[in-house]
């Protein structure tokens, strides 16, 4: 018997019982197998309309026109170094400062020490200061001045101004305050951007996945190293036990357990065999596999996953825009607060350099150093927690407005089900038990290619049944098939079959059955009936899980298919859900989704496949399965590589942390603010209380390592 015919062999019974979308019968084996490990497999994502993302990504930093690359290590290394030789300048600058020397009572001076003191300074303020320059100027350049503008000009006009007191103007220079300013600033940007390379890490990690060489076989089984990189589709590879698999591929030869815990969630070692898909990164733990090649580079699951995470920390958060408005706003409250606070303090008669310290301190306090930090420290760290979940978010604005879901709408093929048949019901006549009907339907179905055949065989498996051999196996053309177990000839048919050989069986509780959307085929023992198998498309566990969470959360569960309203029904009342959608057309999908809308509810849409690309683009949240096709991840805002009903739960949980880790850090960037700008205006000086720019410093930084360590203690 042909592939072909196997597959043919039950049109009558499927045009008999209403079977589930026809899709099911090209589509299961694929599914299954992609389902076994939650494997995204999509060719090539053409991300479109992200042509700004560099300009996106460095305005996402809150104005850090300095440094856009934030995520390098060599420029933490650069920050770390300027920070430990402007550390040690400072202390002979302190040591040298008559105001430090008067403060504790010892008198150090020598002949000509401010000029060494200058040249002490001038080091720290070009060397160390210099990141804060050249991000100035570009901020200035780029019209959208920010947080290194205005440490710039703090530093500038601390420098400025004590240079020429060196060199013969009246007044105190403020060298020991500009060096500690430097150093506390270079200090705050170190601990910054270890932060945000901490929670970038993940994409990293993925890199690092891949092994850099792999066992090429050539066409006579011999083995060669070669680099990853001259390797082609349709090459085969050697990966031995404990090695990283370092292609996407399919299993030739071999079976072993597969590690795929970094890549998919799944903490269990997946069991593959050949004709098995594997994914590249994911580590072999047993036997020893040769694997046929089928994606290389670019096109590799884990390269997808590095572009979408990547994707992700750079498309710019509604949150984000605001923090960037607010940093902006916030210098050029700098700026009055600081140049009216030298006024104020000119007018009441203090000296220059009094006044001058005062407007210096102003400008330093106010700088919005952690509020430019607060959201995409955050978007960085939930968009780590979110990969590891296997949750991969490719729209952050939409993301975020999960927290206000109303409803959330889900396909049921391959969804809330998994696409491939199960047994539902065994019916047993007198002779017969029902271990017996399904070892026997099993028997003759294990050569079958039919999705059919392929339930009955699994559900006998799970079940411990030990199958039997059949022989003289034979397909009857839309009618069954037909064998020998242990000498006596089996059929498994479809009702048609039953109904022209005019056999007898319990109509009533046929068309319960078939009412309930269920397949039922005939077992046939020597052409008298054994029993009746309903198959239907199995609802998985973690949908009823999901449905129930999101009930608890106030949030409506909405089934949408295009499947008859009897299997649509039957799904629904296993998963407890109300509302239901049926018999729905894939260009209809998008309008019941703007119905829904309609009555004021904030959507997400949960889909798999092409029909439903149209639905996810126009729910308020689009949410692709990760075993999908590849139209259908294109379109979603986020994709779920574990195909888990349950994640859009953990999606959403995510979601509304995120959003509040982001205005807790708004809360402690600025709030800050309104006790410590009067605090360097000196309102407190009447009463002897004085802020210097250093002590200013040090509240600016402490609130940027406040809100570093708060987006830090965002949990999954």
Request: hydrophobic share 45%.
């Amino acid at each position: 018997m042909t592939k072909h015919e196997g597959n043919l062999h039950y049109h009558d019974h499927a045009h008999h019982s209403s079977d589930p979308e026809p899709r099911h019968y090209n589509e299961s084996t694929v599914q299954e197998e992609q389902e076994q490990h939650g494997h995204t497999n999509h060719e090539e994502h053409a991300y479109h309309g992200h042509e700004g993302h560099d300009k996106h990504a460095a305005a996402g930093h809150g104005s850090h026109g300095g440094h856009g690359h934030h995520g390098h290590g060599d420029m933490v290394a650069d920050f770390k170094k300027r920070f430990y030789i402007s550390l040690i300048l400072t202390l002979p600058i302190l040591a040298l400062s008559p105001m430090i020397q008067h403060f504790m009572g010892v008198d150090w001076r020598f002949d000509n020490d401010l000029y060494i003191l200058f040249a002490l300074s001038t080091v720290v303020f070009f060397y160390g200061g210099w990141p804060f320059l050249t991000g100035g100027i570009a901020e200035l350049k780029d019209r959208n001045p920010g947080m290194m503008t205005l440490i710039a000009l703090a530093i500038s006009i601390a420098y400025g101004y004590s240079t020429l007191v060196v060199f013969g103007w009246n007044g105190n220079q403020l060298f020991w305050e500009l060096a500690t300013l430097v150093v506390i600033m270079l200090l705050g940007h170190w601990i910054e951007m270890r932060s945000i390379m901490g929670a970038s890490n993940a994409l990293e990690q993925l890199v690092k996945l891949m092994p850099s060489e792999a066992h090429k076989l050539d066409e006579h089984g011999n083995v060669t190293d070669v680099p990853l990189a001259d390797i082609r589709n349709k090459d085969r590879v050697l990966v031995k036990p404990g090695e990283k698999i370092p292609v996407d591929g399919i299993i030739a030869e071999g079976k072993s357990a597969i590690d795929e815990s970094m890549l998919t969630g799944e903490s269990i070692p997946v069991e593959k065999e050949a004709g098995s898909e594997v994914i590249g990164g994911s580590v072999n733990k047993e036997g020893s596999l040769i694997i046929e090649v089928e994606k290389t580079g670019e096109e590799s699951y884990l390269s997808q996953v590095i572009t979408m995470v990547k994707e992700a920390q750079e498309s710019k958060s509604r949150t984000q825009d605001l923090t960037n408005r607010a940093a902006k706003w916030l210098f050029y409250l700098a700026l009055v607060a600081g140049f009216t606070t030298l006024f104020a303090w000119l007018a009441l008669g203090y000296p220059f350099d009094v006044a001058i310290e005062r407007m210096v301190t102003v400008m330093v306090i106010t700088c919005p150093h952690a509020l430019g930090l607060a959201a995409p420290l955050v978007v960085a760290v939930s968009t780590s927690i979110s990969a590891k979940q296997g949750l991969l978010i490719r729209n952050r604005a939409d993301f975020e407005g999960a927290r206000n879901l109303n409803a959330v709408v889900f396909d049921k093929t391959g969804t809330l089900t998994k696409g491939e048949f199960g047994v539902t019901d065994i019916v047993s006549e007198s002779h017969y038990t029902d271990e017996e009907v399904l070892q026997l339907a099993a028997a003759i179905e294990q050569n079958s290619e039919h999705p059919i055949a392929a339930g009955i065989v699994a559900s006998a498996k799970e079940k411990g049944i030990p199958i039997g051999r059949a022989t003289d196996f034979e397909s009857i053309t839309g009618k069954g098939i037909e064998g020998k177990v242990d000498g006596r000839k089996v059929n498994v048919v479809s009702p048609g079959y039953v109904e022209s050989h005019k056999l007898s069986y319990d109509r009533g509780l046929f068309n319960k059955l078939s009412e309930e959307g269920k397949t039922v085929v005939f077992v046939l023992v020597e052409d008298r009936l054994a029993g009746m198998v309903a198959l239907a498309d199995i609802v998985r566990d973690a949908a009823k899980e999901a449905v129930t969470a999101l009930k608890a959360k106030g949030i409506q569960s909405i089934m949408l298919t295009g499947d008859n309203k009897k299997v649509a029904n039957w799904v629904a009342a296993q998963l407890d859900i109300d509302d239901v959608y049926a018999e729905v057309l894939p260009d209809d999908k998008a309008s019941q989704i703007k119905n829904i809308k309609a009555k004021g509810w904030r959507v997400a849409m949960t889909g798999d496949g092409v029909n439903d690309a149209p639905a996810l683009a126009t729910a308020d949240l689009g949410i692709a399965i990760g075993t999908g096709t590849d139209v259908a991840m294109e379109t979603a805002d986020v994709v779920l590589v574990k195909s888990n009903p349950n994640d859009v739960v953990a999606l959403i949980d995510l979601s509304k942390k995120t959003y509040r880790k982001m205005v807790q850090n708004l809360w402690w960037a600025t709030g800050y603010n309104i006790f410590a700008i009067p605090l360097a205006a000196g309102v407190l000086a009447p009463w002897g209380i004085v802020v210097s720019p250093a002590i200013g410093a040090v509240f600016m930084s402490l609130s940027t390592i406040i809100v570093a360590i708060n987006a830090k203690l965002l949990k999954a």
